[in-house]
């Protein structure tokens, strides 16, 4: 059998997210990409009665619950906006301070001491905005009220609310991707194109990977992939691996070098970092998924491993 990888997975089968479930989600997506594995699947869930995270959101996710998301993904809408005017407002009261270091002349400093009383009040309209995080704990909470009484392990219901906030945190960080490729097209002085349509597929004799691009800038041939953080912090001002690997990818099926551009909401910075498509990094990728895809094609000859992979999935 020949697997068909998504670019986005390639990194959990490595087993290079830091984050639970990321293996096992990785693997039943790749399962899911071939007919004659996602049978397998169907067949041992329909023997076990095991179900995947999502069938468990189908069932378990009642209407509430996806009412209140609505809510929830407009108030994270407000907030992101209420964000952006505080680092507006934060970057413009440095102007001022760097134009009275500099002694610049006295209608300059006037000038952007107004601009700064502007931001102040902008600031102000949007005090009692509650930040995402709030909107994220009350999205939790009626989830976890809407699915406390139904028969559901305990660890599975623990995921199912993890679940919830995942998905409005990933939701959020997409919808940002294209204000940040439009603003890094002004900054750069360059066009991307090919937003999220232009694909891309890397064939092997066991699997092939495919996937598709954020961005593509003709001009200077790069593959441009945006990440929409929260917080630099929370990487200790690294980037993460398996972001990396995913650009690696890319890069390698377009024969490109790429550029990583990672936006932090809470300071309305923005890092651009450059990765050429060196052989000997893609070598080090590519041994590694094909010692991953030989696991996958053992998995599909054994049932109990692959059952406790459908578990681990909901734990």
Known sequence: MRFKINASDVAGLLRKKPFKGCYEEAVIKTFNNLPETAAILTRLKAKTGQKTLDEFKKTAFTPAVYEAKKVATEAIKQADRADD?????????????????????????????????????????????????????????????????????????E???????????????????????????????????????????????????????????EENQLVVEVKNRESAKVWNGGTPEYDIIQLRVYMRGLKCDGELVEHYKKTGETRRTMFSDNDEE??????????????????????SRLQRILEDSTR
């Open 282 to 303: 893609w070598d080090e990728i590519e041994e590694a998924l094909i010692c991953a895809v030989e696991e996958l094609q053992e998995l599909s000859n054994q049932p």
């Open 159 to 217: 995921r199912l609310v993890q679940e919830a906030r995942s998905e409005l945190v990933k939701e959020r960080g997409t919808r940002g991707e294209e204000a940040i490729l439009d603003t890094h097209e002004v900054e750069r002085g360059t066009r991307i194109q090919d937003r999220n349509t232009r694909g891309l597929r890397i064939d092997y004799e066991s699997f092939a990977i495919v996937g598709r691009i954020d961005g593509y800038d």
């Open 85 to 157: 005017i505080r680092a507006e407002a934060a970057k413009v009261q440095v102007k001022l301070e760097q134009a009275v270091r500099e002694n610049r002349a006295p209608e300059i400093v006037e000038e952007i001491f107004r601009q700064v009383e502007i931001k102040k009040k902008e600031v102000a309209a949007v005090a009692h905005v509650p930040s995402v995080q709030v909107a994220l704990a009350r999205q939790e909470a009626v989830v976890a009220k809407e699915i406390a009484s139904q028969p559901l392990p305990q660890e599975v219901k």
